[in-house]
């Protein structure tokens, strides 16, 4: 429908996405539906809040995995700087540790990548109407593998072995002396079920708990 056409009231939407391709051709499809217009474009993560106060979106579209800053730590970001805001999280990783996470961080949704996108306008539709919108299956499955087992320190020190630091490294990014850090790669490699730091990292963010 031509933009002249719309309703007096369209829902605002912000649309974070690393990959442009992706992003415009969101930002196209969603563009056509009557009642929803595409205010603001982002490919990183710590763009969002700065997009979203000058913007003014009624729902902003997160993915995850954005360089600069997480999707899920900018929805917390988001729940604080523009709470009149409501977030849908859309990823290709269906993980229920996200899941959880995300709703912790004060998402409204969480959505997977693979859907038609008359599901994802509707989505955006029913946030706005304050409704929770997320898949029965995935939900079932966040509540069967319950909350992660690592500590909020235990995760920030594998966040910061994922390049492949040294111990002396992660120390330095996480202002803990080298004793305590190898002491919480230890206590994480033994949650996770794993045999070194590296395959911890893989298996807590196969998890969500990344």
């Keep these: 429908m031509p933009r002249d056409h719309r309703p007096m009231k369209s829902v605002r939407v912000l649309l974070a996405e690393d990959q442009g391709m992706m992003r415009g051709a969101l930002a196209l499809l969603l563009g056509m539906e009557p009642d929803i217009e595409v205010v603001a474009q982002v490919g990183a993560g710590d763009e969002i809040v700065s997009a979203a106060l000058t913007s003014r979106p009624d729902v902003a579209l997160l993915d995850i995995e ?62 706005l109407r304050g409704e929770t919108v997320i898949d029965p299956a995935l939900a079932a499955a966040a509540l069967s593998a319950g909350p992660s087992p690592l500590t909020t320190r235990e995760a920030d020190v594998l966040k910061a072995a994922v390049d492949g630091a040294t111990v002396a490294d992660i120390a330095g990014k996480v202002h803990l002396s080298e004793s305590t850090v190898r002491n919480y790669l230890s206590a994480a490699i033994g949650k996770t079920g794993t045999r070194n730091r590296m395959e911890a990292v893989r298996e807590a963010r196969q998890r969500g708990w990344l």
């Design 66 to 127: 954005l360089p600069g800053r997480s999707g899920l730590d900018a929805a917390a970001d988001l729940r604080d700087e523009c709470p009149d805001c409501r977030v849908l999280i859309l990823t290709t990783f269906g993980r229920p540790g996200y899941l959880r996470r995300a709703m912790e961080a004060g998402a409204v949704g969480f959505l997977v990548k693979d859907g038609p996108v008359e599901d994802l306008a509707e989505a955006i539709r029913r946030a």
